[in-house]
């Protein structure tokens, strides 16, 4: 049986340029005893990607050039050599990038047994939406009645982080910039805040006129005007969760930190990163809270779906040009 794969053929500086990408194909071996096949259905889209394509090794190792690129995928069961997993599984696994993966068994993880779309498992229930609970509840520790800020508010992680703080009571206002990403938050009962052509101050200004309290809590993927804007806004005791910084991926040489950081003195602030799968062992808390109220279409999930493996190099790209709206996803 033959899989076709993306490779990284160099390490791009700035954003990658299309033809870094190549699509090869391979005649799979046989399988080793603790191996299965699987067929993939659904491939993740993740901005955390850029950073696996810089060459040097941050808190996951990096792409090698010439070797099958990874990523989330979705897929079913079609040969197996474990006892663990059966043919017709439908599985969670990290080989992405490609349409036939084969992969040792104990990299795999059957779906469970609910009633969502399974690729649900990428997005809402995967690592996006364990990002939006992780940040809120385990890092900024955000209760009833709090000014919750999010950047990149219309998108994977995001669109779960506003509407898991709006279930707790909370005043929300969204970072976002097309304008019908600014509408989907609006109809969440969310406000609406752009950052398209604002200056630090300027978008500081726009925020603090939609949470005229100030911020209590804000989730940041963006950084840059975003991050500076928040933190003239913040509250005593305001607490910060970094999932990310999207706007420095693909710059060619360090960004400038923000002017104001003496805010989180002056406010007795608390910043603090995070990568989500340091917490993992909370899935199943996360997934006792969120699950129900995705089966019974309680959460308004996006998901920005394009079609095929030849496509998967555009989709990424589409990440750094606002492309999404939700879940960035390639179905096979």
Not at 144 to 162: E, Y
Not at 198 to 208: G, N, V, W
Request: proline letters at 6%; a negative charge; hydrophobic letters at 40%.
């Amino acid at each position: 049986m033959q899989s076709q794969f993306y490779t990284l053929t160099d390490y791009p500086n700035g954003l990658p340029d299309r033809a870094l990408f190549r699509l090869e194909t391979q005649t799979l071996p046989e399988l080793a005893e603790g191996e299965v096949r699987i067929r993939n259905h659904w491939l993740s889209v993740d901005p955390y990607m850029r950073g696996r394509m810089s060459g040097i090794r941050t808190y996951v190792d990096p792409f090698e050039i010439g070797k099958p690129m990874e990523g989330g995928a979705i897929g079913e069961v079609i040969e197996t050599n474990d006892s663990s997993l059966k043919v017709g599984d439908k599985v969670n696994h990290m080989g992405g990038w490609r349409d036939i993966a084969q992969l040792p068994a104990e990299g795999v993880t059957p779906l469970p047994d609910l009633d969502v779309p399974e690729q649900a498992y990428l997005g809402v229930l995967g690592m996006p939406g364990m990002t939006a609970w992780t940040g809120l509840n385990l890092i900024a520790e955000c209760k009833p009645g709090d000014n919750v800020l999010v950047s990149a508010a219309s998108g994977a992680v995001g669109s779960l982080a506003v509407q898991l703080a709006k279930a707790k009571g909370c005043h929300v206002v969204g970072i976002a910039g097309a304008a019908h990403k600014l509408a989907w938050l609006e109809s969440m009962g969310v406000e609406p805040v752009s950052y398209r052509d604002r200056t630090a101050p300027e978008l500081s200004d726009a925020i603090k006129l939609a949470s005229p309290n100030g911020i209590d809590v804000y989730f940041e993927n963006v950084g840059g005007v975003c991050l500076e804007a928040a933190l003239s806004q913040l509250n005593e005791g305001a607490r910060i969760a970094v999932c990310g910084m999207i706007d420095s991926y693909n710059a060619k040489a360090p960004s400038p930190g923000p002017n104001n950081l003496v805010q989180l003195v002056m406010r007795k602030a608390k910043m603090q990163g995070f990568i989500v799968t340091d917490h993992w062992s909370s899935y199943p808390y996360f997934l006792n809270e969120v699950a129900p109220q995705v089966a019974k279409g309680k959460l308004d999930y996006k998901e920005t779906v394009k079609e095929g493996l030849e496509s998967m190099p555009d989709a990424f790209l589409a990440l750094f040009e606002g492309g999404n709206t939700g879940k960035m996803l390639v179905r096979l």
